[in-house]
T-cell receptor, first 112, second 114 residues
Framework: LAKTTQPISMDSYEGQEVNITCSHNNIATNDYITWYQQFPSQGPRFIIQGYKTKVTNEVASLFIPADRKSSTLSLPRVSLSDTAVYYCLVGGYGGSQGNLIFGKGTKLSVKP | GAGVSQSPRYKVTKRGQDVALRCDPISGHVSLYWYRQALGQGPEFLTYFNYEAQQDKSGLPNDRFSAERPEGSISTLTIQRTEQRDSAMYRC????????????FGPGTRLTVT
C-alpha cells in the first residue's frame, strides 16, 4: 500500500473552510484514495473516496490533481461538531486483501 | 437501519483469563473485520472474514488471539491467557462487499487487563 503523509493536527474556527492535504507519492495506478473521520469515543466513519479530479458528497469534497501524488479533503463551513481525527488511506480498489491501514491521522480542532 | 454492534462495550479482566469479544455486523454484509486501536493511534488490522471463511489473519499478534465467524454473521474474537499489553479498544467493522475500503465500524469493546 502507498504510504501517506498528513499533518498531525490543524486548528480552525467555526464557519471556515478546512482543507486537509495528504501526500501519497507512491500511489499505484489502481489505487483509490479514501478518507475516514473519527469522533472521540466512536469508530471511524467512511466519508469519501475518489480516484481522480473531484468528488463531492453531502459531507465533503475530495480534490485529486492529475498526478495523483496528493489529495485534499475539503470541509465547507466547519462547525464545532467537525472536531475529529481525519485519516487518509490509499489502496487498490477492492482493498489490499480487505484490511485498511490507518496512520495517525490529522486531528482537527474547531474553535468557536 | 441497525449498525454494527459489539459486546461487551467494556471488559475488565485479570491477567491470565480468557476473554471473548462479540461482533454483530450489519445484516447482509459479506465481510467482517477486526481491528485494535491504541490511544492516539489509528486502528490496526487484526483479521477479516468473507462469509464464514477467514481470509487474512496476518494481523493477529500471536497464537493467543483467534477469531471465528461460523455462520457468516456474528463473529467472536477470543484472547486466551490475557496479558496487560492486550489492553486496548477492539473494533469490528463490516462491509457489503469483499475487498472494499468502505467499511462500517462498530462502537468497539474497551478491554482492560489488570
Amino acid at each position: 500500500l502507498a504510504k501517506t503523509t498528513q499533518p498531525i493536527s490543524m486548528d480552525s474556527y467555526e464557519g471556515q473552510e478546512v482543507n486537509i492535504t495528504c501526500s501519497h507519492n507512491n500511489i499505484a495506478t489502481n489505487d483509490y484514495i479514501t478518507w475516514y473521520q473519527q469522533f472521540p469515543s466512536q469508530g471511524p466513519r467512511f466519508i469519501i473516496q475518489g480516484y481522480k479530479t473531484k468528488v463531492t458528497n453531502e459531507v465533503a469534497s475530495l480534490f485529486i490533481p492529475a498526478d495523483r501524488k496528493s489529495s485534499t479533503l475539503s470541509l465547507p463551513r466547519v462547525s464545532l461538531s467537525d472536531t475529529a481525527v481525519y485519516y487518509c488511506l490509499v489502496g487498490g480498489y477492492g482493498g489490499s486483501q480487505g484490511n485498511l491501514i490507518f496512520g495517525k491521522g490529522t486531528k482537527l480542532s474547531v474553535k468557536p | 437501519g441497525a449498525g454494527v454492534s459489539q459486546s461487551p462495550r467494556y471488559k475488565v479482566t485479570k491477567r491470565g483469563q480468557d476473554v471473548a469479544l462479540r461482533c454483530d455486523p450489519i445484516s447482509g454484509h459479506v465481510s467482517l473485520y477486526w481491528y485494535r486501536q491504541a490511544l492516539g493511534q489509528g486502528p490496526e488490522f487484526l483479521t477479516y472474514f468473507n462469509y464464514e471463511a477467514q481470509q487474512d489473519k496476518s494481523g493477529l499478534p500471536n497464537d493467543r488471539f483467534s477469531a471465528e465467524r461460523p455462520e457468516g454473521s456474528i463473529s467472536t474474537l477470543t484472547i486466551q491467557r490475557t496479558e496487560q499489553r492486550d489492553s486496548a479498544m477492539y473494533r469490528c467493522a463490516s462491509s457489503l462487499a469483499p475487498r472494499t475500503y468502505e467499511q462500517y465500524f462498530g462502537p468497539g469493546t474497551r478491554l482492560t487487563v489488570t
